[in-house]
């Protein structure tokens, strides 16, 4: 009976693997076509977005690398400086007399005011610091290049309306007239802006630099590596080959791992309350800061060691061993250093983490106004990323241009410790 | 091996040196904490001194104006804070609270006027507001506009509502968050006046003063208030972008944007740089920031700092400060606290 059904139901070709396989041949060429083109989708779409945003900080920042200058006749009136005291001499007033030479026809308290407002309050430091250099100077006119005032730059640069109505630039139609001449007379021209390398933080945009916080990044991260790689490393050895596998280390690494997902505020907060309130350290110090970054990558630099250790295939150790090396010979001459591109490529991005964090620093001091170049690990001193925030913060415009500016230098660190990263690898990776 | 070691016991040997580290013995800069709106200008006083003097440049942390008060009352000793800058008077617990912690003698300097300001786009013509207005559009509870006394969850929409000569545009407003200095002077001076401006609120501050100020102090939470957080740049940029929106900041960057962006009228006086110095426009505040004495005579270059903040070349009508937005106060009362800031005459 059954046997009846099945003969009727029979088609007049028996169906093949082959065919039905077949007939959904096309429907699976189609789904593989479209997975492949949602994960190029996929990254079509974040290149994009990385590019729009490289494409904005550089659109923003170019222009910050040149500064706009002035070129003065500025002369070292000997009757005005003391030669005792080259600190106490009125710089200001030089070159108030040699912009009213530039100009003769100004007068009036208002507008010399003005006038002198197209030439940077820094430029007195300036004259002030090539005298001190040279004092043979005194009592010649030199013509000096100085730097011009923030709104002058930005003007240079397009990002004030010169054709706006009067009240709505910060520029008044005298100064622009002014500005106009010495342009037409080539005594205004944007330079290479090496304060910016050079200087420390400053509220006059025009003598803005990150110097400063390149310096005390520079000491906070060398704490940090100090620190965290030598202890990390340790760690990873002691946990991934001497320690016995129990509840206790079960523990640890759980908590290793937590600790690699906590938001780094908390890590400042325990910087405050350990280092600066228990031990009485210092406060805005690169050595808090490197203390509390070191708690903060040591995870990072533990979870990659032992990563690197894991892939040491177990026929090296055994073979060390087996022909009479101490378990602690097995680690230091042959494990260790067959895992050590892994671990420093863990290390280096830790620290490419911890140079660019801000959150942790707030609570040890480190967000501050910070003008002088830190010349040791306990000045008070600040960090890149701090810096960015600062200046991003700040209502003068031209800071807006210096913010990405200093962005891209970050962004250059970064590349260029990610890049130290994956050359490591490349080039002592062992492959098994 | 030995050379996996080194770096083990250079390791070692800092953290135990930094262990021993106790408070430092001394310090030779300034070291200075508080407000964030003070904090433009006295970095500026800052620079200039650090710049034209032999010593050092402080040191300045923008933490808040009351953040500034916590670290500076914590005691009296090289690791504490100098001085601490504050956009708001120094509270009579503060003043406890320094005073347990051995902090007695505190001088307060006032040093000029901050505007908090209104602004919008420049591409929409500029409003013309009154503190009632302000209470109106912005207070999470307003008087039933059907009359009666009670209090209904803030039925305006949108500008026009609140007020009829005002424009027809939603009310969209850009504000500092509760944790800001700006935002607490913005609902002292602008909500608590417009508050009283209006009957039944106003006899609410004689029988409830609580209630009173609860009620002024509580923003709207249904989106017609957006705190865009402290960063007033970002304010600047958002209104340029959406020109129906209004925004809260201080009146340092308004003056930087005056291409962008403009002040609106509050009680018809126009945020300007005269309107706040001559005191018409009602909603500014004093700057403050506060020294202690036992520290003056202790950090190297205290004197010089504060005269350098308290000479007319700095703080004066023509001064430095000035250029970066602040307002000045008269002669008399300059004359009044750089005569304090000289002699160290602390508060009582």
């Known amino acids: ?432 | 091996m030995i050379k996996k070691l080194i770096p083990l016991t250079a390791a070692v040997a800092l953290l135990a040196s930094l262990g021993s580290v106790q408070a430092q013995s001394s310090r030779d800069y300034i070291s200075i904490v508080g407000s964030s709106t003070v904090y433009p200008f006295a970095t500026v006083v800052a620079e200039q001194f650090g710049k034209s003097t032999a010593n050092k440049t402080p040191k300045i942390e923008s933490t808040g104006s009351g953040g500034g008060f916590k670290l500076f009352c914590a005691g009296v000793g090289v690791e504490h804070p100098d001085i601490t800058n504050s956009s708001r008077a120094i509270k009579s617990s503060e003043i406890e609270t320094c005073k347990t912690n051995g902090v007695a003698e505190i001088v307060e300097v006032k040093i000029g006027y901050d505007g908090i300001v209104l602004a919008n786009s420049k591409k929409t013509d500029v409003m013309q507001l009154t503190l009632k207005d302000i209470f109106l559009a912005l207070a999470k509870e307003v008087p039933d506009p059907k009359g009666g006394k009670t209090l209904v969850p803030n039925p305006y929409k949108t500008w026009k509502d609140v007020n009829p000569d005002l424009p027809d545009r939603k009310i969209e407003v850009l504000g500092p968050p509760p944790t800001s200095g700006t935002r607490d002077a913005f609902v002292e001076l602008a909500m608590e006046g417009g508050g009283q401006m209006i009957d039944s609120i106003k006899a609410m501050k004689k029988e409830d003063e609580k209630r009173f100020t609860a009620v002024c102090h509580t923003i709207r939470e249904d989106g017609h208030y957006v705190e865009a957080g402290e960063n007033d740049n970002l304010i600047v940029q958002k209104l340029d972008a959406n020109p129906d929106a209004v925004g809260i900041f201080g009146f340092s960057f308004l003056d930087q944007n005056t291409d962008k962006v403009q002040g609106a009228f509050v009680d018809s006086v126009q945020p300007t740089f005269e309107g706040i110095a001559e005191g018409k426009y009602p909603i500014s505040r004093p700057l403050f920031f506060y020294v202690k004495k036992a520290h003056a005579d202790v950090i190297p270059g205290m004197r010089e700092y504060l005269s350098e903040f308290t000479s007319e070349k700095a703080w004066g009508p023509d001064g430095y400060l000035t250029d970066k937005g602040m307002i000045p106060m008269p002669e008399k009362e300059r004359k009044k606290f750089a005569e304090n800031v000289k002699n160290l005459t602390p508060i009582q």
């Open chain 1, 1 to 432: 009976m059954s046997n009846a059904v099945s003969e009727a139901s029979k088609p007049e070709k028996p169906l093949r693997t082959l065919d039905i396989v077949n007939a959904g041949l096309a429907k699976r060429y189609r789904a593989e076509r479209r997975f492949r083109r949602l994960g190029l989708a996929a990254i079509i779409a974040s290149l994009a977005f990385l590019s729009m945003l490289f494409a904005d900080i550089f659109w923003k920042g170019h222009t910050a690398f040149r500064q706009t200058f002035i070129q003065l006749n500025i002369l070292f009136d000997p009757e005005l400086i003391d030669a005792e005291n080259l600190a106490a001499a009125d710089y200001n007033g030089f070159i108030r007399k040699a912009l009213e030479r530039e100009f003769p026809e100004v007068s009036g308290r208002g507008d010399r005011r003005e006038l002198s407002q197209i030439v940077s309050p820094g430029a007195a430091f300036i004259l002030q610091k090539q005298l001190r250099d040279n004092p043979e100077l005194i009592g010649q006119t030199l013509p000096l290049w100085v730097p011009a005032n923030d709104d002058v730059d930005m003007l240079m640069k397009g990002h004030i309306d010169r054709y706006a109505p009067e009240g709505e630039r910060r520029l008044s139609d005298k100064q622009l007239a002014w500005l106009k001449r010495l342009e037409e007379q080539n005594k205004i021209q944007k330079k290479f802006n090496k304060t910016f390398f050079t200087a420390g933080d400053s509220r006059e945009p025009e003598l803005a630099g990150i110097w400063g916080a390149t310096v005390g990044s520079l000491y906070t991260l060398f704490i940090t590596l100090l620190l965290s790689f030598p202890i990390g490393v340790a760690t990873a050895v002691y946990l991934e080959e001497f320690a016995p596998k129990n509840r206790w280390t079960d523990i640890i690494e759980v908590n290793i791992n937590n600790l690699a997902a906590v938001p780094s505020i908390v890590f400042g907060l325990l910087g405050l309350a350990v280092f600066l309130n228990f031990f009485g350290m210092p406060r805005s110090a690169p050595t808090v800061g490197g203390l509390v970054l070191t708690l903060m990558t040591l995870p990072t630099i533990i979870i990659a060691g032992r990563a690197a250790l894991k892939s040491v295939p177990p026929s090296i150790r055994e073979a060390a061993l087996g022909i009479g090396a101490s378990k602690m010979q097995m680690v230091t001459h042959h494990v260790l250093p067959l895992a050590m591109p892994g671990m420093l490529t863990g290390t280096i991005i830790g620290m490419a983490q911890a140079l660019g964090e801000t959150a942790p620093l707030l609570m040890i001091g480190m967000v501050a106004f910070i003008v002088d170049i830190p010349g040791s690990f306990t000045d008070p001193s600040t960090v890149l990323p701090v810096q960015i925030y600062l200046w991003a913060d700040s209502p003068e415009r031209a800071f807006v241009e210096r913010t990405s500016a200093a962005i891209m230098v970050l962004l250059a660190f970064l590349i260029a410790m990610n890049a130290v990263a994956v050359y490591l690898r490349k080039k002592f990776e062992h492959r098994w």
